[in-house]
Structure formats: C-alpha cells, structure tokens
C-alpha cells in the first residue's frame, strides 16, 4: 500500500478528523565524511526515500503520536519535564523543545509517521524524521517564519540535547534543503552552500546495503571526534579545516599515532571534496570515482570505522569494474555507496549479492536511489 494511504488510514482509526501530509528525504553523501564536525566540506543530496507524517493540532497541550512502523504509542507534554521514554518519541519531542526554545510556537498535535527510509542503512532516517516534524510544526504554528536553515539546526540540536549524539549539520541540512536532481556543497564552517547538477547520464548510484550493524561499547563517533579536536588544539587551530599535511607532519611525534591518522584521513578528504566538486562541473564520473575509492579506503585503514563485510563490498565492486565505491555514514556496518555505469548494474549486483551470500550467510540489501526533493508538503 502507498506510504500516504496507508498513513491516512491509521491516522483516521487512532485520531478521527484528517490532518496534513509533510514528509522529508533521507540522504546520501556523495563524498566527505567526518568532515561536517571539522569544518571541512560535504557533498550530500536528498533521496527518493522519506518518513512522513500526518499531523494535526488538537487543542490540547499534549502531543500524541503513533509510529507505524516500530508499532508503538507515545504521549507527552510540551515542558523540560515531560520528555518520553521511548527513543523514537525523544526525537519529535526534542524538535518541539528546540522550536519552543528559539521562541517558536508549539502546541498539542497528533500524528501518525511511517518511512521507507531502509533503518540502519546509513541513510540518515533520524534526521529524516526530525526535519519532516521541524518542518511540519514550522507550518503548522509559526506561519512558515523559521528559515529553512534554522530547521536544520533544531535536528541536530535535537541529536546533541535529547538523543546523546554529537553529530554535525549535514545530515538535517540534506534532509530540508534537497533539491530533485542536485547534490549540495555545504561548507560546514560558513554554512555556505550550492548546489551542483548531478544527473549522470549513464551511470546510477546504487546502494549495497550489508544488514550488519556492529555494536560497539564506547561510542566510536564520539572518540573520534574527540582524537580530530585533539590535533586542532595542538595544532592552535579550530578545527582541521584549516590544517595541511605538511602541518600535521609537522606535530607527528607530539601526537599518538591514533590521532595522526585520523587527522589524516580528514585532511586528505577535505581535499577529495573539492576536487569531486571540479570533476562533475567537467563531467569527469571516473575521477569522481577514483576519489570514492580514495575515501573507503582512508576511511578503512586511516579513520578505522569499515567493517570486514563493507571491505568485501568495496573489494567485489572494484573486481566489477564499478566507477567508484566506498562505505557511506558514520560507520561499522550499513552500506557501500557505488557510482556504477549502467550496462554493469545488473552484474554487479548480481556478483554483489551471490559472494556476499556465500560469504556471510544472507544477501545484501540493494537500493536504487534518485536524487530529489528534502523536507516538504504533500499535495
């Protein structure tokens, strides 16, 4: 059943009066990874896959929302003091909290969401829900006054005051802004942006997605993070934005070794960035490709945040003659992210999912993916 009927025909049974349809897009990232936190640059764009929301005012001070998908209820109030239990609820009621506290209107709400945003791909289905949310309570009650950017900053407050993850801008940004048929630069430092054509002719990108998410103790992202903000302090810098390699060298033996290569890797990829950017204004996809490959590995070997089935991916795609591959998101699992020419697709996703198989027991998932519109209201 389409994702809106389906919506609409819970929303009825749970809450009765129809409400209004938004949605908003998961994204990929094309290239730049880990960059957002260092005030480098990435390269992302929205996708043909979202999680939307009917909602509706209640003239309550409650808000009730229902999740299709994880089958569960919640209902809280708008103050400090009311946040829900259940993880999925402390995202929307996080969005209500960080519009509130920018002076916004909030009121009671219902609302029923689903996605087709795959969980745990990598596809960013956190930001898709807090941007369709943030956008809808911007509609809804604040007649449209918050600017778009400031949505995206609510999300990722969101994530840092109410979800315990310190993640940069990019995810939210791709999910508001996107536009059908365009990637975006974003400089995470100036907040500057533009938007680049990207309709390949000849080539899809396709989504290998490994169904393996590993769990780690501490959290990776954040230790990470940390190792980058290390260097720029000893560097008296703010961030690596604004490091070279000659500079890092410069520090190698006042630095573990662990920090070095993860400064590494973001420095090298802050390059890979703009040179990708160059390379779609001249149509040049195998450069483009080259650089993707150039990223997993630095991401395998420097940043150390693959996985042995993400490894065996990029390895069956190289072995495929695919442009360019590498893991996409934070990483440890999830998916690789591939450039390939079309007369190839089908082998390759064939050979993908058979030695995936064989190799581990159960086939990848694969996701074609369009790029198109962010956050927005369905007609």
């Known amino acids: 059943m389409e994702l809106k009927t389906k919506i609409h025909e819970v929303f009825q049974k749970h809450f009765g009066e129809p409400g209004t349809v938004y949605a908003s897009a998961g994204r990929i990232n094309l290239i730049g990874e880990h960059t957002d936190y260092n005030g480098g640059f990435v390269f992302p764009g929205a996708i043909d896959k979202v999680i939307m929301a ?29 946040a829900p239990e259940a993880s999925w609820a402390r995202y929307i009621f996080g969005v209500c909290r960080e519009i509130l506290k920018r002076g916004g209107v909030v009121k009671g709400f219902d609302a029923v969401f689903a996605g087709n945003v795959p969980l745990g791909a990598g596809l960013s289905s956190s930001a898709a829900l807090e941007s369709c949310f943030a956008f809808a309570l911007n509609d809804l009650f604040n007649d449209n006054q918050i600017d778009k950017f400031e949505l995206a900053r609510i999300g990722q407050s969101t994530e840092h005051n109410y979800c315990g993850v310190n993640c940069g801008i990019m995810d939210q940004f791709a999910s508001v802004m996107g536009q059908k048929g365009k990637l975006m630069r974003l400089d995470c430092r100036s907040m500057e942006f533009e938007y680049y054509p990207f309709n390949p002719e000849g080539y899809e990108l396709v989504l290998i997605d490994s169904r393996v998410k590993h769990e780690l103790a501490d959290s990776p992202y954040n230790k990470r993070r940390q190792s980058c903000e290390r260097v720029a302090k000893r560097l008296g810098i703010e961030t690596l934005r604004d490091a070279t ?119 990848p998932k694969v996701y074609p993916v369009v790029i198109s519109d962010g956050a927005h209201k369905e007609e």
């Open 245 to 363: 390699i000659e500079m890092l060298d410069s520090i190698r033996t006042d630095i573990t070794a662990e920090d070095y290569f993860r400064a590494k890797f973001v420095i090298e990829e802050k390059d890979r960035v703009l040179a990708v950017c160059d390379a779609l204004n001249a149509g040049d996809y195998e450069t483009v490709g080259n650089k993707m490959y150039e990223t997993h590995r630095g991401l395998s070997y420097d940043y150390e945040v693959s996985c042995e089935e993400l490894d065996f991916l990029n390895d069956i795609a190289k072995e495929c003659g695919v442009t360019g591959s590498r893991i996409m998101g934070g990483g440890f699992g999830g998916c690789t992210i591939n450039l390939v020419k079309k007369e190839l697709r089908d082998s390759f996703v064939d050979t993908a999912k058979k030695k995936f198989n064989e190799k581990y027991g159960h086939e």
């Open 54 to 82: 009917e909602i509706a005012p209640n003239d309550t001070d409650k808000v009730r929302v229902y999740s299709i998908d994880i089958d569960d209820y919640a209902e809280f109030g708008l103050n400090e003091v009311d």
